[in-house]
């Protein structure tokens, strides 16, 4: 859902690379000098909600996203391009990273390995088509959290009241 209420930023706005020493707050969101950064068209799974492994083990799924924004980070020099402003001041991006010696976009790469989500706008429509094509690929394929029991961020935030959605 974090597309809603996004304002175009500066088309002028500079690329930059992400550095070492992020915060991570959600597996879509971060802190980085100061400024608040946002995946574009991502949804982590929500921090607080639960996930079951196949043996039944209760884990956070918002800390399993973010592990895995973590690991993408840690691993490799990803450079975002600011797009747009969210309604909370974070400033949404799309992000590349290096594997390989190949571009891949960080959002397709996180939703594809099943590890977050292709957010919506409030009536429930994709905000990225590609990012859907990947989730419902990494779905069918029951990759990353599709593999546990789990309740879709998605369905959590549009029944939120609008007040509460970020």
């Excluded at 099943?114 to 690929?137: H, I, P, Q, R, W």
Aim: glycine content about 10%.
């Amino acid at each position: 859902m974090g597309a809603e209420g996004a304002a175009l930023a500066n088309t002028t706005a500079t690329p930059f690379l992400v550095s070492k020493s992020v915060e991570l707050l959600t597996g879509d969101t971060w802190r980085d000098r100061g400024k608040l950064y946002r995946l574009y068209g991502v949804q982590s799974c929500l921090r607080g909600t639960t996930a079951l492994d196949a043996n039944g083990k209760e884990l956070d799924c918002g800390n399993v996203s973010l592990a895995h924004l973590a690991a993408l980070f840690s691993t490799t020099a990803v450079t975002c391009q600011p797009i747009a402003m969210a309604l909370d001041k974070a400033t949404f991006v799309v992000c590349g990273a290096k594997l390989d010696g190949n571009t891949i976009d960080v959002g397709t790469a996180l939703i594809a390995a099943g590890y977050a989500f292709a957010a919506t706008d409030a009536k429930g429509n994709a905000v990225s088509g590609n990012y859907l094509v990947a989730e419902v690929n990494a779905k069918t394929k029951a990759d990353g959290l599709w593999a546990m029991k789990f309740q879709h961020p998605i369905e959590l935030l549009l029944r939120r009241p609008k007040e509460q959605d970020r």
